[in-house]
């Protein structure tokens, strides 16, 4: 009878914590805006993609980087990205995967009125541990016409 009352004893208290954690769980709202260390916003989900503020953008030195490559591999002279337009996310995925929307514009002096020529999308994968030349990638550089 001692036995079984100390194997009751231990089921319930291994029950009574998965009750607790359960509850734990199902009152946490993924929707909720989390912060890592460095204040920046994480989204609920380990993983998940989350919308960089347009104020915050160029205070990713990565980023601003794989920006650069793009537009000089992907653009000729007379196109550039609006900066205006950009709309980013990151995700963090072996390293960090931004994933960029912009505006492509004629280059013009601010006099000129200058159109939307294309909108683009293109991806930045940064890695830092890799050697020089596999840190930064940029790909799937597509776009479309206006």
Known sequence: ????????????????????????????????????????EM?????????????DIMNYPDFVKGL???????????LVFDRKSLVVSKQVVQGVLYRVKVDVLQSCSASKNCNVKKHCSFQIWSRVWLPKDQRLIVSTLNCTHS
């Not at 194997?7 to 946490?28: G, N, T």
């Open 68 to 78: 650069r490559i793009a537009e000089a591999e992907g653009l000729n002279q007379d």
């Open 1 to 40: 009878m001692g036995f079984t009352l100390c194997y009751f004893s231990h089921m319930c208290v291994v029950l009574l914590y998965v009750l607790i954690l359960h509850c734990a769980v199902a009152k946490f709202d993924s929707s909720q805006v989390i912060q890592d260390e460095t204040g920046d």
């Open 43 to 55: 989204s609920g989900i380990a993983g998940g993609v989350t919308l960089i503020p347009h104020k």
